[in-house]
Structure formats: C-alpha cells, structure tokens
C-alpha cells in the first residue's frame, strides 16, 4: 500500500505542477498577446495586435477624424516593415496634429517627413496620398533608423528623427492612448 500512495501523490504533484505551468504559460500569453509597447524604451518592431479596424476606432476615440480610414494603410505598413503600426500612427498624430497640419493636407505627409526646422513646409516631401506617405515613410524607417543605424526604440528613434528632445516622449503618449483604447476599452 505504501508505494501505491506515494506512486499516487508523485502523479498528483507531477499534476499540480504540470497546471501551474499551464496556468502560467496561460497568464504569461495573456500579458504577451497585444505586443504592448511599455516604455519609450521598448523596440518598435513589436508588431501590434490591433486591426485596422481597430486603429481607425481608435483615431475616432482621440479625436482624429482625419486620420480614421488610414488604419489598414498603417497595419500594411507594419506587415511589409515590421514596424509596429501604432508607434507609425503615433508619429503621424504628433507630426500632423492628427492629420490636420498644412503638410498633411497639402503634401499627403503625416509624418513631417523631410521637413527642416528652417523651411518645414518647402523641405517635407509630397506624395500622391496619405497611404503612399505611410508606406514611404514606414520603408524608410526600416530601411536608415533600424537597418543603418541600428536605432529600434522610441527613444533612440526619436533622437536622430527630431530637434525636440521630448519627442521620444510625446510620441510614445500617443502609442499608449492608442493601446489603451484599442485594447482596454
């Protein structure tokens, strides 16, 4: 009799363990599964768990009209780039004062891209449309930030993209009111 319980209890242990891990590695999915971007020192090639859909809800939700309908473009922008489509969204929200800046809605350039503090409105590149701009911009991110220079933070990004030093910072507040709309809404 003794072996059978004690066979019995290391069954039970080996049981109960094997749950806690389950539970665990449950737990664990849970808090992986939207690809939080944390902190400002968090890679960007996180890729997001938000839809399109989801991206353009949330532009609404922030009070970006002129951004809503830009959400499939940024979630493409991500597939082809890997670079997280709310850290791209963010950077149009804060660069076009959500899609309403002269730049934006003369050039198609949410992204200030090419704009110099001497002669923004000159120096910023023009593309045929908004969706182009993301594309461009989003490839070109890959291609010199992360590639080149081997910059993949917010923070680091955001020191070589502009003049402002609390750039870094005021772009990841717009990745978290993104997330928080999209995922804890």
């Known amino acids: 009799g003794v072996g059978f319980v004690s066979a019995q209890r290391r069954i039970f242990e080996a049981g109960a363990a094997l749950l806690g891990i389950a539970v665990f590695v449950a737990f664990w999915q849970y808090k992986q599964e939207p690809n939080i ?16 859909r989801d991206i353009d809800r949330a532009f609404a939700a922030i009070d970006a009209p002129a951004l809503v309908g830009l959400g499939k473009a940024f979630k493409e922008a991500e597939r082809e780039t890997g670079i997280n489509a709310l850290f791209l969204a963010a950077i149009a929200i804060h660069e076009s004062n ?17 704009a110099y503090d001497a002669s923004p409105f000159e120096s910023a590149y023009s593309f045929a449309t908004r969706e182009i701009g993301i594309m461009y911009v989003a490839s070109r991110l890959k291609a010199l930030y992360i590639d080149t220079w081997g910059l993949e933070t917010i923070d680091e990004i955001g020191r070589r993209y502009a003049s402002d030093s609390g750039w870094g910072t005021k772009v990841f507040d717009w990745v978290w009111r993104l997330q928080n709309e999209i995922y804890h809404r």
Do not use: E, R
């Open 37 to 52: 971007i944390a902190s400002v020192h968090d890679s960007v090639l996180k890729p997001s768990a938000a839809s399109g």
């Open 98 to 114: 959500k899609g309403t800046s002269n730049i934006a809605l003369v050039k198609n350039n949410l992204f200030g891209w090419g």
